[in-house]
């Protein structure tokens, strides 16, 4: 059985082996890569800081790449500090730069091109990371109303804080539609991590037999619709609980199966 430290040392040779590999060390990166949500990751081993001087007093990571990967994270940062105002169809790689204290060169040099930069904020700063992390990391064990209660919370959260971002994924002008078509498989895969989620649910006797992509798309929706409506984080738990039960509403069993974690 392995112990917390077994774990914190598994997860430092994993951010390791990401940096080594020069795919962007991230805390949503590492989530995903070992199969925990972020908030695991946070408990075990801390933050991006956190990590990097662990492996820096290690020797696991040198200056060179400490200093690689904290460019990096400056530069998701000043993106994520935009786009709190404004579209990503309105910034530019330059103001992005600036905000970070980096070149414009930098910024390519990790991120490629604009589009890069844009899938690298939506995988390690959105829910969709957070989505197949979970659900990665929880296998089908844990009830329908915890892991859809987590998600909605997580995905309400980004709305209340990035609204142009929301905005833009409903209704993106032309140079924002060419930027978003790269990341629209990546979605997909988050879908088919929960319609699977779901459909083991359904074997388990927790949810009705139903199609379970049709049933991720409405969860989506609920999750969307609700995110639309809502100004300002509000009482984000509240929120995120009353759409889960609505849902489970019309789609738990009634005999509960092995368990819903619903009061029926």
Do not use: C, W
């Amino acid at each position: 059985m392995k112990t917390p430290l077994d774990e914190r040392a598994r997860l430092l040779g994993e951010a390791a082996a990401l940096i080594r590999e020069s795919k962007g060390f991230s805390v949503a990166g590492l989530a995903e890569r070992v199969g925990l949500s972020r908030a695991a990751v946070y408990r075990l081993v801390g933050g991006h800081e956190a990590i990097l001087g662990a492996l820096r007093a290690a020797g696991q990571v040198d200056e060179g790449e400490a200093a690689r990967t904290d460019a990096r994270e400056r530069i998701l940062d000043a993106m994520t500090e935009r786009l709190r105002t404004q579209r990503f169809g309105r910034l530019t790689v330059e103001e992005i730069a600036g905000e970070a204290g980096v070149s414009a060169m930098t910024v390519y040099r990790h991120f490629g091109d604009r589009p890069g930069l844009l899938r690298a904020f939506m995988e390690e700063r959105s829910p969709r990371g957070d989505l197949r992390a979970l659900l990665k990391g929880i296998g089908n064990d844990e009830v329908p109303e915890v892991v859809l209660t987590a998600l909605a919370r997580r995905a309400l959260g980004f709305a209340a804080a990035f609204p142009h971002i929301v905005r833009m994924l409903i209704s993106p002008d032309p140079e924002e539609d060419e930027l978003l078509r790269p990341l629209r498989n990546g979605g997909n895969r988050g879908r088919e991590a929960l319609a699977s989620y779901l459909d083991a649910q359904m074997q388990r006797g927790r949810l009705r037999h139903e199609d379970a992509a049709l049933l991720a798309e409405l969860f989506v929706g609920m999750v969307v619709a609700l995110a639309l409506k809502r100004s300002g984080p509000g009482d984000l738990d509240a929120a995120a609980g009353l759409l889960v039960r609505t849902f489970l509403e019309g789609h738990a069993t009634r005999g509960g199966g092995e368990g819903v974690g619903h009061g029926s």
